[in-house]
């Protein structure tokens, strides 16, 4: 029997789920007809990428107007107008603003920043693929993203036109992956790879399945979040020809958490894609574990596992978004034990000078004394293991 004509009943979501995902209010293009809201290409040509967009959605202090005078050279702003209609136009510190509108921060350059703090060009035996472990690879498809996230970590070659992944590029990186049996996962990145036709994305992961050693790839996509509109009938279509597929996406605050995004993931999901999620460690955005409690309360109701939280690098111009390593700590220590363990993700620190990510953990083995382990559980009670 071909299993892909199985057909289930539909289903539907309590509304009580539901109601926990508010649609975006879009009342600032309240002229656009629902037709363009709902298209990725509009809400790609309507991006806000300059002042006096910017200002037509919210109010934008001083500190805002010269962060922008002073990084737009270097690294563009471009927000969906759906990120932009979930931010505050009063706050400056809203979770959605500080993500996506430049701060005075980003122009001060902290004595730890490094221009290339994961060594991933090093790491580069073709240009646009990073081979760190053993069987598994990174591979740069594009270097544009539907919104520039202010704490990227890429930032030295995201939004750069000059430096843009070019068909022969794609190629070279396909035929080494190609030569290497020893990869069995590749990482389908960026930029962002959704920025990518179908028709491209449809030619790189054939290519990769073309590959006997290929087992599965991941699509490591922000879309979800700042684009949900771009997970069309269409690009389910696609990526279900080639599974097994995993996507791996960005959600940063429970702001984020909307409708949109809510169908988005149901629609992949329902294709039977799992989808994780690796949050970024933000000062002032996510850095406070009922906060990071409650994100990933919502991506388990809308099918996404928390998988990693990365503590912030040390790209240049992003040290005003960065916290102790106590901070992500504590954040663990509030989940583990205190809620579901699928809520739970790993913490990570991608170790300056290209070690790859290194997982920090609240202790919770005290001791040894012969044959007796002594442990603690979430709520600091002491407990004996006795070893054979
Ligand atoms: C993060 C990363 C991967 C994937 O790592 P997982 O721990 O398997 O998710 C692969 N290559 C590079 C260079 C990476 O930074
Ligand atoms: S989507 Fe990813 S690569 Fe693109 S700007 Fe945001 S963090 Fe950087």
């Known amino acids: ?74 690294f563009n702003m471009s927000i969906t107008p759906y990120y932009a209609s979930l931010m505050d136009p009063d706050n400056p510190n809203c979770p959605i603003r500080l993500q996506a509108v430049p701060k005075l921060g980003e122009l001060h350059i902290s004595p730890e920043d490094l221009e290339d703090p994961l060594a991933e060009e090093r790491d580069m035996p073709v240009p646009g693929l990073t081979h760190r472990y053993p ?109 097994p597929a995993y996507v791996n996406t960005h959600f940063n605050h429970p702001k984020e958490c909307t409708r949109e995004a809510y169908d988005a993931c149901r629609r992949l999901a329902d294709a039977g894609v799992p989808i994780s999620n690796q949050m970024v460690l933000l000062k002032g955005v996510n850095d406070d574990p009922k906060i990071v409690k409650e994100l990933n309360h919502k991506l388990l109701m809308m099918r996404v596992r928390p998988y990693y939280i990365y503590q912030c690098d040390l790209s240049q111009g992003i040290s005003h978004f960065r916290t102790t390593i106590e901070t992500g700590l504590n954040i663990i220590e509030n989940l583990r034990g205190w809620t579901s363990g699928l809520a739970v993700p790993h913490l990570v620190i991608d170790a300056p000078g290209g070690g790859g990510k290194i997982p920090i953990l609240p202790q919770y083995l005290l001791g040894k004394e012969g044959k007796k382990v002594k442990l603690r559980n979430f709520r600091n009670e002491e407990f004996t293991y006795v070893e054979p």
């Open 135 to 243: 069987d598994r690879v990174l591979f740069y498809t594009t270097h544009n993203c539907a919104m520039y996230c202010r704490f990227c970590t890429r930032k030295r070659k995201v939004s750069d036109p000059g430096s843009a992944a070019q068909k022969k590029q794609l190629d070279d990186a396909l035929d080494y992956i190609r030569q290497h049996p020893e990869i069995r996962d590749v990482v389908v990145s960026g930029g962002d790879p959704l920025s990518n036709s179908d028709e491209r994305l449809d030619y790189i992961l054939g290519s990769l399945r073309a590959m006997p050693h290929i087992e599965m790839f991941r699509l490591g996509t922000r879309n979800l979040v700042t684009l949900p509109q771009r997970i069309t009938d269409d690009f389910i279509y696609m990526l279900r020809k080639h599974h």
């Open 1 to 74: 029997m071909d299993e892909n004509s199985v057909s289930y009943p539909t289903y539907t979501v309590p509304e009580h789920i539901l109601q926990r995902f508010p649609v975006a209010d879009r009342s600032i293009w309240k002229e656009a007809s629902e037709k363009d809201w709902n298209s990725w290409i509009w809400q790609q040509q309507h991006r806000v990428k300059n002042l006096e967009q910017l200002e037509k959605v919210i109010r934008v202090t001083e500190d805002e107007k010269q962060a922008y005078e002073g990084s737009v050279e270097m």
